[in-house]
């Protein structure tokens, strides 16, 4: 990790209880937040499962960061325990004096104590977590659908009985469990605890903020009875000379089978009045398009890395993801923090894999960033070596690696529209 000019009068520590109101203050300047009144208890109860640190110049609240205790399926299904960060703010006026370096290093040293192999987070700006190792490890995809050119026909958008439309009650009853099922085979994904789902169904609002109960529907296997599907959206009425222009915003849609997800979506494309479907926040190889009659309707509007990754205990990282073919590489490794440095053997396939520290010659040089950006299997080694990040040390190990790390379907870590509006809707 590079180390910028500190000021050492700035005191970066774990935040206590009487820090909070300052802390949270910090963030929301950060953030170009309004300061609201009751932010600091909604904040407590958020962060009591958590870590927070703060950056502080006589008593003053001027860089701020959190992480949490979390888990990341890896292909092959083992859920990961990783640390997630979020909340990552530095005052523009203490910039350049090495707080975020000083905040991260603090962290990421507790979370190798602490047992957490990785850590990921979602980077507002690209060009500030490389150089602290973290690699983009998923991608999202941003669609809008034009339903008048979807294409539906009416056997495909009549009728549904394996749909129903529930509300926040019994929503809350009904999704944490369907979405455990679902994760336990989509690599990517994280947990969502109790208070995510409190928040997404109204029963935890922040202040300052105004609640409108948004739409649920949820997708019923019909041999099974278990719920199979989820779908959260909202909706405008909107005319123009007498014509439906309503657009239709899907804020969280996940399923556990193509049936499931073809169906929910068919429902919002095919629903009265509605002209445009905004579909949010999918995998760059999501099947949605072709649920549609015409896969040209849905287009995709933005196209970003997501989730980024970095791995601090790669013996325990690697081992405990599955490989897409039986083989062996040598992986030359630079951190220079030190936490992922060495030379490793990595000998996988579909039951697991073994990792040590060997002496046998490399057969891929790379940075700790690259491998984090392979580890979920989004990327690919050979691009990476055509971009001058690995370098290949003996012949055909670039293929050899790209076969073993890749995945048949790229990794998603679904995330939900938090608003009425796009934000972006980070980990924390």
């Not at 083992?78 to 979020?86: F, G, Q, T, Y």
Request: hydrophobic share 40%; charged share 25%; with cysteine.
């Amino acid at each position: 990790m590079s180390r910028s000019p500190q000021t050492p009068a700035i005191d970066v520590r774990y935040v206590r209880d009487e820090d909070v109101p300052e802390w949270t203050r910090a963030f929301s300047t950060g953030y170009l937040r309004p300061s609201v009144e009751g932010a600091a208890d909604y904040m407590r109860v958020a962060l009591a499962d958590d870590r927070a640190i703060g950056a502080f110049d006589k008593g003053r609240c001027v860089g701020t960061y959190r992480s949490s205790v979390q888990e990341l399926t890896v292909p092959g299904g083992a859920r990961l325990p990783v640390s997630a960060v979020s909340k990552v703010s530095v005052a523009g006026t203490h910039r350049r004096r090495g707080l975020l370096n000083r905040m991260l290093d603090l962290d990421l040293r507790d979370a190798q104590q602490r047992g957490e192999p990785a850590v990921v987070l979602d980077a507002a700006q690209y060009a500030i977590y490389g150089r602290y190792g973290f690699g983009p490890a998923t991608q999202m995809a941003w669609f809008e659908i034009d339903v008048h050119r979807a294409g539906l026909h009416r056997q495909q958008s009549g009728d549904r009985s394996d749909i129903c439309l529930v509300g926040a009650d019994e929503y809350f009853k009904l999704a944490p469990e369907a979405y455990e099922r679902f994760r336990a085979a989509q690599h990517g994904a994280l947990r969502r605890d109790t208070l995510w789902w409190q928040e997404a169904t109204g029963q935890r609002i922040g202040p300052g903020s105004t609640w409108t109960e948004p739409f649920y529907a949820v997708h019923v296997d019909e041999v099974s009875g278990d719920v199979d599907g989820l779908m959260c959206f909202s909706a405008q009425e909107r005319w123009g000379a007498m014509l439906p222009q309503s657009p239709l915003q899907v804020r969280d849609l996940v399923a556990l089978g193509p049936s499931a997800e073809r169906a929910l979506l068919r429902y919002a494309v095919s629903m009265d009045w509605v002209s445009t479907v905004h579909l949010p926040f999918r995998a760059p190889d999501t099947l949605a398009p072709h649920w549609l009659g015409d896969p040209r309707a849905a287009r995709i509007t933005a196209l970003s890395d997501f989730m980024w990754l970095r791995i601090l205990d790669l013996p325990r990282a690697l081992s405990a993801r599955t490989y897409s073919t039986e083989g062996a590489v040598v992986l030359e490794v630079d951190d220079p923090v030190g936490f992922a440095h060495g030379r490793w053997l990595l000998e996988g396939g579909a039951s697991g894999a073994t990792v040590s520290s060997t002496s046998r010659s490399a057969d891929i040089a790379l940075g700790v960033q690259h491998l984090s950006s392979l580890y979920l299997g989004d990327e690919a080694a050979t691009r990476l070596a055509e971009l001058g990040h690995v370098e290949e040390l003996h012949p055909g190990a670039l293929r050899r690696a790209d076969a073993l790390f890749r995945t048949g379907r790229r990794p998603w870590s679904p995330r939900a529209v938090s608003s009425e509006h796009y934000g972006q809707a980070g980990l924390g």
